[in-house]
């Protein structure tokens, strides 16, 4: 089965997917049945592509490495270049998008409109971004359901982790009435990586150079990024529409070498923690530092490593530990969420 899709923004997640897809093509084909092609690519400054029959993705990554930009791949006839995003997503033959542009924290935009675009159009979306989420979960999943596509987003919460399918999914039957875990790459490789000496502002350059951190880092530094997570986890797992205005957030920027030093020299260690509990009065939300004794399993998870806890009423505490952050992690967060699409249809005769 062939499964057509368009990339909507190509920086490093997208090109991590693009490598992957390179990669493990074949073996997908021969295990799942299903034929990823990439018909259109859309970025902001590196331009855009589309061809109805599928892009070449050798031809696609020797353009980026080359000029970085879409720039130098080469013309064949049938070959569309310059569609603006909207274009991309309302005149494509994909069946499905892949929305991987950045993160707005204020207003969830553009990424809202490509989703509305695509439900629209009755294309299924993928994404990575936690905008929309975060933002618009109900009127985007009412929009979707109304079109008869799917949305699917596991990328969204730690990366490559399934964080979303496993309470979703795994745990379905329990009550889940508390969540809790580290839920930024960015901040808990840099708290790590003070720990070992580094300054505030090498340990951020290397997050950034590891592909971790936001376009925009603020983002991550003010736990901004882990208060959008917060409010999926409650909309997504708890369906409590939580909004941006009722959590308190507070991120690292106070978290300074010598708040790290007493937290050492107290046996403990700093960690940016985002919690959500149910309540007589609904659902609480805190996104803040804490430090944690050293035999607390959370002090163990470090680097871009994430972990959370569901505190389950009949399963009891389920904790999952896995990447939060990082380019190849977040491209199999695309790639699972493609293959449930493509399983989706089978089990509809699709
Ligand atoms: N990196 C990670 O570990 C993870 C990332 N995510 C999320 O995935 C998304 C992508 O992350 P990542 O690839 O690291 O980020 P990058 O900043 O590397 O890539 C984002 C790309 O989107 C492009 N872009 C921005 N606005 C538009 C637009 N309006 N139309 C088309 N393209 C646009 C940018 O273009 P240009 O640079 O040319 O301006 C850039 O190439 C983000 O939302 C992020 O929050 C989620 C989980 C983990
Ligand atoms: N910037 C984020 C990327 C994943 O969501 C992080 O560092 O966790």
New binding site residues.
């Given amino acids: 089965m062939e499964h057509k899709i368009d990339l909507?923004?190509?920086?490093?997640?997208?090109q991590?997917f693009v490598d992957i897809i390179r990669e493990k093509g074949l073996k997908l084909k021969n295990d799942h049945e299903v034929e990823f092609k990439v018909v259109s690519i859309?970025?902001?400054?590196?331009g855009s592509l589309h061809h109805p029959d599928g892009l070449c993705l050798d031809k696609v990554m020797n353009s980026i490495c080359e000029s970085g930009s879409l720039d130098g791949y080469p013309d064949q006839p049938g070959l569309i270049r310059g569609w603006s995003?909207q274009e991309t997503i309302e005149k494509s033959n994909a069946d499905s998008v892949v929305e991987?542009?950045?993160?707005d924290v204020v207003t969830g935009q553009?990424?809202i409109d490509h989703c509305t675009w695509a439900f629209s159009n009755k294309k299924n979306v993928v994404m990575?971004?936690?905008?929309p989420v975060a933002l618009a979960y109900e009127k985007l999943s009412k929009l979707a359901e109304a079109n008869e596509v799917q949305w699917l987003f596991e990328?969204?919460v730690m990366?490559g982790s399934p964080a979303l399918r496993l309470p979703k999914e795994t745990l379905t039957g329990n009550e889940i009435h508390e969540i809790r875990g580290i839920l930024n790459?960015t901040t808990n490789y840099m708290l790590m990586r003070m720990e070992d000496g580094l300054s505030y502002q090498d340990a951020l350059q290397e997050a950034k150079q590891l592909?971790?951190a936001?376009?925009d880092p603020t983002a991550d530094i003010e736990g901004y990024?882990v208060l959008y997570k917060v409010l999926i986890l409650a909309n997504v797992v708890l369906g409590f529409p939580l909004k941006r205005e009722d959590v308190l957030c507070k991120g690292i920027t106070d978290v300074t070498q010598s708040a790290i030093d007493d937290a050492k020299k107290a046996g403990k260690r700093w960690k940016l923690i985002g919690s959500l509990k149910r309540t007589e009065s609904g659902v609480k939300g805190i996104v803040a530092p804490e430090m944690v004794a050293l035999d607390d399993p959370l002090a163990g998870v470090s680097g871009a490593m994430n972990a959370i806890t569901y505190q389950c009423d009949l399963s009891g505490a389920i904790t999952l530990v896995g990447a939060g952050?990082?380019?190849k992690?977040?491209g199999f967060?695309v790639l699972i969420d493609l293959i449930h699409i493509k399983r989706g249809r089978e089990q509809e005769g699709g």
């Fill in positions: 909507i923004g190509f920086g490093g997640v997208g991590g859309s970025d902001l400054y590196k995003t991987m542009t950045f993160t553009p990424a990575t971004n936690k905008g990328g969204a990366s790459g592909g971790y936001e376009a990024d952050a990082g380019i992690e977040t967060a």
